[in-house]
C-alpha cells in the first residue's frame, strides 16, 4: 500500500501500489543517496523484471515508506532490505515530480531525499538489484547527459536540478 498525500505531505489516503501508478495519483516517496569515503555516489541497476523502469540506473536505494511510517524511517528500512547496508541518514529536501513511466504507469511523486555515508559494501537483493556500483558525480553526470535513457526519470530529475543541495547535504552528514 502506498500513502497518497497533497502538496503540503499531508496524508489523503492509501491505495495498492499498482493502482497508484495506473491512475498517477500523488503518493509520499524517498530517495537515498549512499557515498563512499572517495566521494563516489553508490548507484544500482533495477532489476530487469521489476514493474516499472528495469534493468535502469538508479540512486542507491528509492521507494515508498508503508502507511504509518516516517520517511527516513521508511528510507533506513529499505537500504536494508534492497542493497543490505546500513548507514546514518541525513533529510536533504523533498520535492513534487510526475514522470511518464514505461507500461502505461505514471510516477507522480513527492519525494523525500536523504544522504548518507559508508564504505560498506551491499549485499543487494537480486529481486530488486540487477547490478551496483560507485562512481564519481562528474562521470555520472556526464553519462546521464550522453545517455539520459540509461536511468530512471526521477534519478535524472534529481541529478540534473538538485545535485548541488545532495552535495551540501552530505558534507553537513559528513561533518556531523
Known amino acids: 500500500m502506498i500513502v ?7 496524508p489523503v489516503g492509501v491505495l495498492p501500489k499498482m493502482e497508484t501508478h495506473e491512475k498517477g495519483l500523488l503518493y509520499r516517496a524517498f530517495s537515498v543517496f549512499i557515498f563512499n569515503r572517495k566521494g563516489q555516489l553508490l548507484i544500482q541497476q533495477r532489476a530487469i523484471d521489476k514493474y516499472h523502469c ?6 542507491t536505494c528509492c521507494s515508498h ?8 524511517e521508511g528510507a ?3 537500504l536494508e532490505e534492497e ?15 510526475m ?24 549485499t543487494p537483493d537480486p529481486d530488486e538489484v540487477a547490478a551496483w556500483k560507485y562512481i564519481s558525480p562528474g562521470k555520472l553526470r556526464k553519462d546521464i547527459e550522453l545517455h ?13 536540478r ?15
Open 65 to 72: 515508506p508503508a502507511p504509518g511510517e516516517e520517511p527516513l
Open 54 to 59: 528495469g534493468g535502469l540506473w538508479t540512486n
Open 76 to 78: 533506513r528500512r529499505r
Open 162 to 176: 538538485y545535485f548541488p543541495e545532495i552535495k551540501a547535504g552530505l558534507e553537513q552528514s559528513c561533518s556531523q
Open 4 to 10: 497518497l498525500v497533497d502538496e503540503n505531505d499531508l
Open 83 to 97: 542493497m543490505g547496508i546500513t548507514a546514518d541518514l541525513q533529510y536533504v529536501f523533498r520535492f513534487l515530480y
Open 148 to 160: 539520459p535513457d540509461k536511468y530512471t526519470p526521477w534519478f535524472r530529475i534529481i541529478m540534473e
Open 99 to 122: 514522470a511518464p513511466l514505461d507500461k502505461g504507469l505514471t510516477e507522480h511523486e513527492l519525494d523525500h531525499v536523504f544522504v548518507g555515508y559508508t564504505n560498506q559494501l551491499p
